[in-house]
């Protein structure tokens, strides 16, 4: 039991070019079990890593290896240990979610019987019981995205990959995903790609800041933040006063009660003149750092 607790997946100098665009440029990172936030705006290169991870898109240079192994060597034997929910998946409307994952287990090579139990058990973990024998077409997003988790599941995986998994969500479901993935991490080696900071914020081991393609700062989350300590304040601001704050600062939340405003920025200087306190950096100030 329990031999996966050593288990490595480790990027090496990837690499990505379509045509003189740099996609993806000397990423190089090791990932052991745990929970994994890949954190970036649209187009910073999150769906390519994945898609190279996955074995699914060749890296114009660098290597992806298991264990110690390259990945594209293992082939199959790499297919099994692994379960993708990509970010752009084709959903089979006609077919029945039962019918959905017996066709996934199939291809992920699985025996009837070994399905059989597997897809028993993740229809109840990701609690679709009630729609099993419902057309996938009829599903609302938050039961869509719920069936692509169990078929990312199944088999036992060793690496979970999940490009925003919760795409389209309402927070309440959102927060259902979150939950779930946390549940289901344990001893496996999950990496999460999103440009949502809560999807992460609480159940990352490690934290990937993806810019353009470059990977500009990673650790555990409180290191991350860490960084940005002594940049964070909440002005106690008037009405009047927003434009220009907004003209001086990065803004980050705003929240009002019936009396006063509250903007919080992220500030290299204390900000001069306004009624203000410091703050502790979060990783939504962290993101607002560097991708604003
Ligand atoms: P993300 O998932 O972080 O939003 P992507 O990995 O999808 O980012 O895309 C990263 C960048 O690479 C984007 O600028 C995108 O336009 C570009 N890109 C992705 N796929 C291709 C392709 N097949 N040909 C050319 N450019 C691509
Ligand atoms: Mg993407």
């Known amino acids: 039991m329990n031999e996966n607790r050593n288990a490595?997946?480790?990027?090496?100098?990837?690499?990505?070019?379509?045509?003189?665009?740099?996609?993806?440029?000397?990423?190089?990172?090791?990932?052991?079990?745990?929970?994994?936030?890949?954190?970036?705006?649209?187009?910073?290169?999150?769906?390519?890593?994945?898609?190279?991870?996955?074995?699914?898109?060749?890296?114009?240079?660098?290597?992806?290896?298991?264990?110690?192994?390259?990945?594209?060597?293992?082939?199959?034997?790499?297919?099994?240990?692994?379960?993708?929910m990509p970010q752009q998946q084709g959903i089979y409307p006609n077919f029945t979610l039962e019918r959905f994952l017996y066709y996934m287990a199939a291809l992920k090579g699985m025996k009837k019987k070994d399905a059989k139990a597997d897809i028993e058990r993740l229809i109840e973990l990701v609690n679709l019981g009630n729609a099993r024998s419902k057309r996938l077409g009829g599903f609302s997003g938050g039961m869509k995205q719920r069936a692509l988790i169990a078929q990312a599941m199944l088999a036992d995986p060793k690496i979970i990959i999940l490009d925003e998994p919760t795409a389209g969500l309402d927070p309440k479901e959102r927060i259902r995903i979150r939950n779930l993935i946390a549940e289901i991490a344990f001893e496996k080696i999950v990496i999460i790609a999103t440009h949502v900071v809560s999807d992460i914020e609480f159940i990352a081991k490690e934290v990937?800041?993806?810019?353009?393609?470059?990977?500009?700062?990673?650790?555990?989350?409180?290191?991350?933040?860490?960084?940005?300590?002594?940049?964070?304040?909440?002005?106690?601001?008037e009405e009047n006063q927003l434009a220009d704050i907004s003209k001086q600062f990065k803004v980050g939340n705003i929240a009002k009660d019936e009396k006063h405003i509250f903007v919080r920025i992220i500030s290299d200087k204390v900000p001069q003149g306004y009624k203000y306190k410091s703050c502790k950096p979060d990783l939504e100030d962290l993101y607002l750092y560097y991708f604003d």
Not at 23 to 39: S, W
């Open 8 to 84: 490595n997946l480790s990027l090496y100098k990837i690499t990505k070019r379509y045509g003189s665009f740099t996609a993806l440029n000397d990423v190089t990172y090791d990932f052991t079990p745990g929970v994994y936030g890949l954190l970036g705006p649209n187009g910073a290169g999150k769906s390519t890593l994945m898609n190279i991870i996955t074995d699914n898109l060749k890296p114009t240079s660098g290597t992806v290896k298991f264990d110690g192994m390259n990945t594209s060597d293992m082939d199959d034997d790499f297919r099994k240990i692994l379960g993708f």
């Open 208 to 237: 990937l800041l993806l810019r353009q393609g470059e990977i500009i700062g990673a650790g555990k989350p409180y290191e991350l933040c860490s960084k940005i300590s002594g940049n964070v304040f909440t002005i106690l601001a």
